[in-house]
């Protein structure tokens, strides 16, 4: 069942059945006057015609045992007024407690001190909270609400707009691509898709759109995304390639050296490199776990050529993203190629289940560990590979070995910043990058072929308006989902 997350099927009988009640006799309730407003101009996504509201979005009501969908207008920014719909029963509070239980639940076994770090980001504003709860999105994600007719191919799962960055690949150029793929899984390509469009709205502050830039971004995106399918051949962006905001992004990464690297995450004393535990990229570690994780080098290094290359100067807690925050995650100095302005630094991170898992019906293949599926599907889908990409497998868990990369390496979309015209272009390439990694994956262990992704993009009109409608709506429940958190986290619930 998708919809209510952490509610009974008994609880969820009787909202659906209030809501819908409501919706069936008195519609205005449901609906958030806007006629006194100026409304944005929407080109093809068009709003209901009866009324100034988001176009309808499913909810579920019961049969027996089986559940049906129930169109419920949803009117914008929140869908929180659904939830707290006044028909005789307020479930605010209970609401606002389930909201907060499964994000525990889901978080429990991490490490307190960084996960306390994701905490505090998450209740920055609606984006970063959809960025720190991938479970909880698709958990809430009605999928009837998707086109049915998309391919089923291999998706990043995790798609948002701070999950394209640069990366050195393992031929030593530059390149700017997908870079996490943790989540990565089988499952209907539009997945990927609505996600993407989700965090479009929900970043709104962010850019500093309003509604119409918003949609006229995710359009973009979608027009790019279904070009580059259609021609059916994946390229790639680096430097020589790339344009705007990523080309500027790419070209100063080619001027900077690897003491430039080195100096943001070290510091020099007597002549040798040891890791900058400021509380900002790294914490300090134990002597048990540092022996742990120079014991996981070693035996990654034992396969290697250069084994000395890999000899452990330095470890760290890694402090990184939002997600994974609290997930075992190591930034390791090592000898490199001798100097201390030679050394390099190497990010080792656990791996768990997709948080997708519990909802895709495709069949997965078997794979060794988590981390040999990360590892494989990153292989498969990027242009090229990560230096240093690996998978490291011990009796309790897997870990994936890459390159470190920056998380300052990723274009700034601060509409601050930036003009809308340069995020547009920068959407329009993370569109074809999407295209391209599906089309390079195409025909794999259960994705569908090159030939089914090509067909699919020609029937584009379909469900291109499909798409920004669910998206608005999963945003929707997003903006709900992040105020009953604040309310928790704002109350105590969250200290650790």
Same mark, same amino acid.
Request: hydrophobic share 40%.
């Given at each position: 069942?998708?919809?209510?997350?952490?509610?009974?099927?008994?609880?969820?009988?009787?909202?659906?059945?209030?809501?819908?009640?409501?919706?069936?006799?008195?519609?205005?309730?449901?609906?958030?006057?806007?006629?006194?407003?100026?409304?944005?101009?929407?080109?093809?996504?068009?709003?209901?015609?009866?009324?100034?509201?988001?176009?309808?979005?499913?909810?579920?009501?019961?049969?027996?045992?089986?559940?049906?969908?129930?169109?419920?207008?949803?009117?914008?920014?929140?869908?929180?007024?659904?939830?707290?719909?006044?028909?005789?029963?307020?479930?605010?509070?209970?609401?606002?407690?389930?909201?907060?239980?499964?994000?525990?639940?889901?978080?429990?076994?991490?490490?307190?001190?960084?996960?306390?770090?994701?905490?505090?980001?998450?209740?920055?504003?609606?984006?970063?909270?959809?960025?720190?709860?991938?479970?909880?999105?698709?958990?809430?994600?009605?999928?009837?609400?998707?086109?049915?007719?998309?391919?089923?191919?291999?998706?990043?799962?995790?798609?948002?707009?701070?999950?394209?960055?640069?990366?050195?690949?393992?031929?030593?150029?530059?390149?700017?691509?997908?870079?996490?793929?943790?989540?990565?899984?089988?499952?209907?390509?539009?997945?990927?898709?609505?996600?993407?469009?989700?965090?479009?709205?929900?970043?709104?502050?962010?850019?500093?759109?309003?509604?119409?830039?918003?949609?006229?971004?995710?359009?973009?995106?979608?027009?790019?995304?279904?070009?580059?399918?259609?021609?059916?051949?994946?390229?790639?962006?680096?430097?020589?390639?790339?344009?705007?905001?990523?080309?500027?992004?790419?070209?100063?990464?080619?001027?900077?050296?690897?003491?430039?690297?080195?100096?943001?995450?070290?510091?020099?004393?007597?002549?040798?490199?040891?890791?900058?535990?400021?509380?900002?990229?790294?914490?300090?570690?134990?002597?048990?776990?540092?022996?742990?994780?120079?014991?996981?080098?070693?035996?990654?290094?034992?396969?290697?050529?250069?084994?000395?290359?890999?000899?452990?100067?330095?470890?760290?807690?890694?402090?990184?993203?939002?997600?994974?925050?609290?997930?075992? +995650?190591?930034? @390791? /100095?090592?000898?490199?190629?001798? =100097?201390? #302005? $030679?050394?390099? &630094?190497?990010?080792? !991170?656990?791996?768990?289940?997709?948080?997708?898992?519990?909802?895709?019906?495709?069949?997965?293949?078997?794979?060794?560990?988590?981390?040999?599926?990360?590892?494989?599907?990153?292989?498969?889908?990027?242009?090229?590979?990560?230096?240093?990409?690996?998978?490291?497998?011990?009796?309790? +868990?897997?870990? @994936? /070995?890459?390159?470190?990369?920056? =998380?300052? #390496? $990723?274009?700034? &979309?601060?509409?601050? !910043?930036?003009?809308?015209?340069?995020?547009?272009?920068?959407?329009?390439?993370?569109?074809?990058?999407?295209?391209?990694?599906?089309?390079?994956?195409?025909?794999?262990?259960?994705?569908?072929?090159?030939?089914?992704?090509?067909?699919?993009?020609?029937?584009?009109?379909?469900?291109?308006?499909?798409?920004?409608?669910?998206?608005?709506?999963?945003?929707?429940?997003?903006?709900?989902?992040?105020?009953?958190?604040?309310?928790?986290?704002?109350?105590?619930?969250?200290?650790?």
């Amino acid at each position: 069942m998708v919809g209510l997350v952490g509610i009974t099927k008994k609880d969820q009988k009787i909202i659906t059945v209030i809501l819908y009640y409501c919706y069936s006799l008195k519609p205005n309730r449901m609906r958030r006057r806007t006629d006194a407003m100026p409304q944005p101009r929407d080109r093809g996504h068009r709003p209901d015609s009866r009324s100034n509201v988001v176009a309808p979005y499913p909810l579920h009501k019961f049969e027996g045992d089986k559940h049906v969908r129930v169109r419920v207008e949803l009117g914008s920014p929140s869908s929180a007024q659904l939830l707290t719909c006044k028909s005789g029963r307020d479930n605010r509070k209970k609401q606002m407690q389930d909201v907060a239980e499964v994000i525990r639940r889901f978080n429990e076994s991490r490490d307190p001190e960084r996960l306390t770090l994701k905490y505090q980001k998450m209740r920055a504003n609606p984006y970063v909270f959809l960025r720190g709860t991938c479970h909880l999105f698709y958990d809430q994600l009605a999928v009837g609400a998707l086109p049915s007719n998309a391919p089923t191919g291999w998706i990043c799962g995790d798609l948002h707009l701070e999950n394209f960055g640069s990366y050195k690949g393992n031929n030593r150029l530059t390149y700017f691509d997908i870079n996490d793929f943790d989540e990565a899984i089988l499952a209907p390509v539009t997945w990927d898709l609505v996600r993407f469009l989700t965090s479009v709205f929900a970043a709104k502050e962010t850019l500093d759109v309003g509604r119409g830039k918003a949609i006229t971004l995710c359009e973009t995106f979608l027009a790019s995304y279904v070009a580059a399918l259609g021609s059916s051949k994946p390229y790639w962006v680096e430097r020589d390639t790339a344009h705007g905001l990523i080309h500027t992004l790419l070209d100063d990464l080619g001027s900077r050296n690897r003491s430039d690297h080195l100096d943001k995450f070290t510091d020099v004393v007597k002549k040798r490199r040891v890791i900058r535990c400021d509380g900002e990229r790294a914490l300090p570690v134990d002597a048990k776990t540092h022996k742990a994780v120079e014991k996981l080098v070693r035996s990654y290094a034992a396969k290697q050529d250069d084994k000395g290359f890999f000899e452990v100067l330095d470890v760290a807690r890694r402090i990184a993203g939002v997600g994974s925050l609290g997930v075992e +995650r190591y930034v @390791v /100095l090592v000898e490199g190629k001798g =100097s201390s #302005d $030679r050394n390099y &630094l190497l990010d080792i !991170k656990a791996s768990t289940a997709s948080a997708l898992s519990p909802h895709v019906q495709a069949q997965q293949p078997q794979w060794d560990s988590e981390a040999k599926r990360v590892v494989a599907l990153q292989t498969r889908m990027q242009a090229v590979p990560m230096a240093f990409l690996a998978a490291i497998d011990e009796s309790r +868990r897997s870990y @994936v /070995l890459r390159g470190l990369q920056p =998380s300052e #390496d $990723r274009v700034v &979309l601060d509409g601050n !910043k930036v003009k809308f015209a340069d995020v547009r272009e920068v959407v329009a390439q993370m569109g074809q990058i999407v295209a391209w990694s599906q089309l390079r994956s195409s025909g794999q262990q259960g994705a569908a072929s090159a030939d089914a992704l090509v067909a699919f993009s020609a029937n584009s009109k379909g469900w291109r308006n499909a798409l920004i409608t669910a998206a608005e709506g999963c945003a929707a429940q997003n903006l709900a989902a992040w105020n009953a958190y604040a309310a928790e986290y704002d109350a105590g619930g969250f200290a650790i």
